[in-house]
């Protein structure tokens, strides 16, 4: 099994920081990529940063150069830091896992998710 729990959100005002973190837990060598999605009031849950173990990130055009996405060495941990914090930014952030092979039926995994607020 695979668990992925997500910390570190909070309250913050605009144009300040918060840093995501993601603890994986069990089998984490079947994971291939680490991937934040968000989903605000009344919208959709969007992806908004993958890493690939083999480095590769990619962001969303609405966060593009505000937000990183890394993990450390071992993969134990995935973080998302947010600079520059916009209103907009306000949103409940889930840390996905996606798998190397399916694991009870499923090729991802999902933690519960952290609220960010970002005051204007």
């Known amino acids: 099994q695979v668990h992925v729990m997500e910390s570190g959100g909070g309250l913050v005002q605009a144009g300040g920081s918060l840093r995501l973190s993601c603890a994986a837990s069990?089998?984490?060598?079947?994971?291939?990529?680490m991937n934040w999605y968000r989903q605000a009031p009344g919208k959709q849950r969007e992806l908004i940063a993958t890493?690939?173990?083999?480095?590769?990130?990619n962001y969303a055009d609405s966060v593009k150069g505000r937000f990183t996405i890394s993990t450390d060495t071992t993969w134990n941990t995935a973080f998302l830091q947010m600079n520059t914090l916009k209103p907009e930014d306000t949103a409940v952030y889930y840390c996905?896992?996606?798998?190397?092979?399916?694991?009870?039926?499923?090729?991802?995994?999902w933690g519960q998710g952290t609220l960010v607020t970002v005051s204007s």
């Open positions: 996905n896992a996606g798998l190397v092979v399916p694991l009870e039926g499923s090729p991802e995994v």
């Open positions: 890493i690939t173990r083999g480095g590769d990130t």
């Open positions: 069990g089998t984490i060598f079947v994971i291939n990529a």
